[in-house]
């Protein structure tokens, strides 16, 4: 009777485990297919929000551009103006002082 018994157990646990494993099989299924479903929708609202990150990148680009035309080489052409100025002005004095700084 042990022996109608201990293979009894082992099939009432082979029919546990497999039972396990299946509904482990179908978790998994439902899983990744939320992640599908999950990844599509992500894809589907990001392709607006790129489209206006690279809008939004463009106009930083034409803007730095104009006020790298509009500002910045100005200034830097007085700022080099200036520079040669004061030195030709300190020169023109060290000549009128004979040479002495």
């Not at 646990?13 to 297919?33: D, K, R």
């Not at 939320?34 to 930083?60: F, G, Q």
Request: hydrophobic share 55%; aromatic share 4%.
């Amino acid at each position: 009777m042990s022996v109608e018994w201990l293979g009894a157990t082992r099939d009432v646990v082979i029919i546990m485990v497999a039972l396990t494993s299946l509904a482990a099989n179908i978790a998994l299924i439902i899983f990744a297919w939320r992640l599908w479903i999950l990844v599509k929708s992500l894809k589907d609202e990001m392709a607006p929000i790129l489209a206006s990150v690279r809008r939004t990148s463009e106009t930083v680009r034409g803007t730095s551009t104009i006020v790298g035309d509009a500002v910045i080489r100005p200034v830097a052409r007085l700022a080099g103006l200036a520079a040669a100025a004061q030195s030709m002005v300190s020169s023109l004095l060290t000549i009128a002082r004979g040479g002495i700084r």
